[in-house]
DNA sequence: TCTCTGTTTAGACAGGCATCTAGACAGGGT
DNA sequence: ACCCTGTCTAGATGCCTGTCTAAACAGAGA
């Protein structure tokens, strides 16, 4: 099997979360917290935040490596490992396609998380 | 001067945030990014998640330090430390009254991040 | 005032994280 | 086949963090 190889989803939402019982409305139980904790925590860093809107609002839905590296001041490498951060919070997936690398993020989470965070559901609310 | 004493909010989030352009909207410029990472980060450990939650949550809009504690198999000075953190990053304020210490959210700075999060603002259903 | 309880600070330690350089793997072109 | 470019991994290093114990501060009550 290929060594260089192993974007597997390290964190699965879909599955056992219970999804976004608003933080404000009632209290976050452990198991919760122990799950979204490390996506909030890998979008804790300003580079990482960048790069997750870069390929959340990247055209297509998707953005390459090639693209997301010359935006910092930053080596190759070191845009790697947050990347690989990102992927290991299952936030983003990749796909190697020829010469390069794309990344594309996992709507499903970002909602959960926004919706952890919404304080008024206002109008169209739950469901 | 007191030495006690110096919970001076450390971020003031609504003088120059832009607040929420959807960060799947546009590419979050690098200084709104270095204004909100921090919060983020904030919420990127589980007890904080769930000290946030708690007073996010509680009756009257806030939560006595005496009734947080309690909660966690942590001893008094780690929970002290949690919730200076959430200080700092301006997610909670802190009161004294008497003998306790009372902790209260700050709406609008969840606000924020739910709105960069947010992926359709509008709230009817959506995909 | 003295004492008791609640809360924060100080200092220390182990572990984790952001960054770098060097090297390895993947694919395309010559 | 070879080389060139793009991307990721490995290992090292210095800083940051989560946790603890011990001690200091704040307020209430005797």
Redesign the pocket.
């Known amino acids: 099997m290929?060594?260089?190889?192993?974007p597997i989803p390290l964190v699965d939402l879909n599955a056992d979360a219970p999804c976004c019982p608003p933080l404000a409305q009632r209290r976050v139980p452990a198991e919760t917290a122990a799950v979204l904790a490390p996506a909030f925590?890998a979008l804790?860093?300003p580079?990482?935040l960048q790069l997750m809107s870069m390929i959340a609002s990247a055209d297509g839905g998707e953005a390459?490596?090639?693209d997301l590296?010359p935006a910092f001041?930053?080596?190759?490498?070191?845009?790697?490992?947050?990347?690989?951060?990102l992927r290991e919070a299952g936030l983003v997936d990749?796909e190697?396609r020829?010469?390069?690398?794309y990344y594309r993020a996992r709507p499903q989470i970002l909602r959960q998380l926004a919706g952890l965070l919404a304080s008024e559901p206002t109008a169209a609310t739950q469901r």
């Open positions: 290929p060594k260089h190889q192993a925590k804790g860093d580079v990482r390459c490596v090639c590296t001041d930053l080596t190759g490498p070191t845009i790697s490992h947050h990347l690989k951060t990749a190697r020829g010469t390069w690398v």
